[in-house]
């Protein structure tokens, strides 16, 4: 909704409502039990503590991903039905008496079925203001909230094995206001002030589970998990830009912002703060109507993620032993001590907080009286206190009675390391005609860590080791783009004809951190044609014209679906996540505009 009342005032409201009502996600599993290419393989590594080392990797995917016309099973095969046969002697309705709807989030949407349920709610309001010298007042200020539930098979394979439930909630609101200078000489600026209020709370370790027969006096199990996950931030900031034409065709800018910011994991009484100052500088030289080159500087501020795990673990020492995971020996360590034997350094209620240092630099090209705009950017990164996700298995005590629980919880902890990247992104139009259109992109992108330990758990299939450093980061490609092309011819004095084709390219990408799986190279090809006029658009379409079967992307995942150990508990088993290309498909769509 827009309003504008006088030439000096516009407002604009937008108001959202969007219900997702989905059934389980296109995805499967290709364990690495049934697919390991990596036992008798040797690589180059470091261990742990950074020594140059030859690594064993075993019992996981090394190099190419199986595609679906290379193995002898169907990857894409799950549970999708409530009554479990697995869960026998009057617990075949295990999951829908303890697992369905086991929230502990009022206002989420109840399920009756695995899938995803979500509502989700935004507002927002722009205003602006011109006064008589020109100055403009403007503001902007927003509602956002989300509430939803998701049941899950978790290990995405035939085997009636673990089973996950997990709900969350989210509310978001802020406002900014800033005053800009008008247009009218060589210095222009901008000043302003802005208050974000965040809330959000969710399970830190994906959920409430229910799992198989490891151990047949508990099957089945039921594994409530606590709403750790939170993240509750407020946020205060006052900014401000200038922008001074030091020529007729240089000019310098200058930005700043200074944040101060509280976060805690909204259960606790522990807060952290941060107080950040983020600058940016920028260059431009106008070398001809035709040609502008630029430079950027910057340098960027986030505050660490919130462990809530951590933050809320139990010091107590249990009374009675358990078996250390770990060690294979009896062990009463508090649940505290258990995560911080185990995680060492990255034992922390708050991770570091970020910085990502940042230098870009550039051209873009007018030419063909105008029918040609090339841009090109260069650009590097250097991210310091990187978030990543780790795992740990600890055994808690949910009666509180200092005894520990018959079976291990696995928590997701928050930590961190550092990397670095740099590439070169192309962007491009040409205007061929009055009717032909080209457009494409290119982007070139090569990155590692300079210090990452990642996730214990991925130590067993690389060989010992979890040090990561010199990999690339997983489900990023080198090399990527895209070309379309687009024809348009005025029939009548009503309707125009458009036909259109594009080609999108991914390079391979790595399937974790561990750089041991990857996804192969895939180039998907769409075709549309149709009809417009001012407010009707009718189009037919074919999606992936050449049926590409290639997986779209993958990552590497717990295998905890064995049949011959359903319900495990060892998490070192690796097996890697995959998604399909969505199939050739043909269709006919029409829009209308109102």
């Known amino acids: 909704m827009f309003a504008q009342p006088t030439s000096k005032f516009d407002a604009k409201l937008r108001l959202f409502y969007q219900q997702d009502d989905d059934g389980p996600a296109a995805a499967g599993f290709i364990p690495g039990r049934l ?50 046969q697995a869960f026998a002697g009057g617990n075949a309705d295990f ?24 509502d989700m709610f935004r507002a927002s309001l722009k205003t602006n203001y011109e006064f008589e010298n020109n100055m403009t007042l403007s503001m902007s200020a927003s509602y956002n909230e989300s509430q939803g539930a998701s049941l899950r098979d978790l290990d995405l394979t035939p085997t009636e094995s673990w089973y996950s439930y997990n709900a969350r909630k989210s509310e978001d609101k802020g406002i900014d206001i800033s005053l800009t200078s008008s247009d009218g000489g060589r210095l222009t600026w901008l000043v302003g002030a802005n208050y974000y209020e965040q809330e959000f709370l969710t399970s830190a370790t994906g959920g409430t589970f229910v799992a198989a027969c490891p151990i047949a006096a508990f099957c089945p199990l039921f594994l409530p998990t606590g709403n750790d996950g939170g993240d509750f931030a407020d946020v205060s900031s006052i900014y401000g830009a200038a922008s001074f034409d030091i020529t007729d065709k240089l000019t310098l800018g200058i930005e700043g912002r200074f944040q101060s910011e509280d976060r805690n994991d909204g259960i606790s009484t522990i807060t952290q703060s941060y107080e950040e100052f983020l600058p940016r500088i920028t260059a431009s030289y106008e070398v001809s109507d035709a040609l502008t080159l630029y430079a950027n500087w910057s340098q960027g501020f986030l505050p660490g993620l919130t462990n809530g795990v951590i933050i809320n673990c139990s ?134 860590y300079t210090n990452y330990l990642g996730l214990t758990t991925f130590a067993r299939a690389n060989g010992g080791s979890r040090n990561f450093q010199g990999n690339r980061a997983p489900r990023f490609p080198e090399w990527s783009g895209n070309i379309s092309s687009t024809y348009t011819h005025q029939l009548n004095a009503m309707w125009e004809m458009f036909v259109r084709g594009d080609i999108v390219y991914q390079g391979e990408t790595f399937t974790s951190s561990a750089n041991l799986a990857k996804i192969r190279p895939f180039a998907l090809a769409d075709f549309r044609m149709g009809l417009e006029k001012d407010d009707l658009r009718l189009e037919i379409f074919v999606k992936n014209i050449f049926d590409e079967t290639s997986w779209r992307g993958g990552l590497s995942y717990f295998d905890v679906g064995n049949p011959a150990d359903p319900g495990t508990f060892d998490f070192n088993n690796l097996g890697v996540t995959v998604i399909p290309q969505e199939k050739r498909t043909f269709g006919i769509r029409a829009e209308l505009s109102f």
């Open 35 to 84: 697919a390991d290419t990596c036992s008798g393989t040797t690589r180059q590594g470091l261990d742990d503590q950074g020594n140059s080392v030859i690594l064993n990797p075993t019992g996981f995917v090394c190099g190419d991903v199986p595609e679906l016309g290379n193995l002898n099973f169907n990857p894409i095969d799950y549970n999708t039905s409530l009554r479990l």
């Open 95 to 118: 999951l829908i008496n303890n697992l369905l709807n086991a929230n502990t989030i009022s206002g989420v949407p109840e399920l009756d079925r695995f899938g995803l349920r979500r």
């Open 315 to 448: 010091q107590q020492a249990y009374t009675s032993p358990f078996i250390d995971p770990n060690t294979g020996l009896p062990s009463s360590l508090s649940e505290c001590d258990q995560m911080r034997a185990t995680l060492g350094a990255d034992f922390k209620e708050f991770t570091d907080t970020q910085t990502l240092d940042s230098i870009e630099i550039g051209f873009k090209i007018v030419g063909l009286n105008g029918r040609l705009n090339l841009n090109t950017a260069a650009y590097s990164y250097d991210w310091s206190n990187q978030p990543s996700t780790n795992f740990v298995t600890v055994y808690r005590d949910d009666d509180l009675n200092g005894v520990p629980n018959a079976t291990p919880n696995t928590v997701q902890i928050a930590s961190s390391g550092s990397s670095k990247s740099h590439g070169v992104e192309v962007d491009a139009s040409y205007v061929a005609t009055d009717n032909l259109r080209f457009d494409g992109s290119l982007s070139y992108n090569s990155n590692e």
